[in-house]
Nanobody, 120 residues
Framework: QPQPVESGGGMVQAGGSLRLSCAAS????????ISWFRQAPGKERVFLSS???????DYADSVKGRFTISRDNAKNTVYLQMNSLKPEDTAVYYC??????????????WGQGTQVTVSS
């Protein structure tokens, strides 16, 4: 099972950057579409970005132009580079493995989440 593990979260000031990583030991990880979601306190989990095996990407409007998703299939790792961070980006960020699209139901495997806090 391509169980993902996130890392790279932390606290940063507004305007700063962070890079999240999502890794799995299972080599079949590279067969799937990998996406990032986030969930702020009291809010629903929302789609941010996805990347296919060939590198095709998709972004939510809220992060387009600020976040960049990439993957290294040799390392079974997907990255989310987050620039120009805003306080409203504060949330727990999740990596998900599945068949793609913005619906959480499309993803069978989820990481434990990593906290990102952006201070003003």
């Amino acid at each position: 099972q391509p169980q993902p593990v996130e890392s790279g979260g932390g606290m940063v000031q507004a305007g700063g950057s962070l890079r999240l990583s999502c890794a799995a030991s299972e080599r079949t990880f590279s067969w799937y579409i990998i996406s990032w979601f986030r969930q702020a306190p009291g809010k629903e989990r929302v789609f941010l970005s996805s990347i296919g095996f060939s590198g095709s990407t998709d972004y939510a409007d809220s992060v387009k132009g600020r976040f960049t998703i990439s993957r290294d299939n040799a390392k079974n790792t997907v990255y989310l580079q987050m620039n120009s961070l805003k306080p409203e980006d504060t949330a727990v960020y999740y990596c998900a493995v599945g068949v793609g699209g913005p619906e959480a139901l499309n993803y069978k495997y989820w990481g434990q989440g990593t906290q990102v806090t952006v201070s003003s």
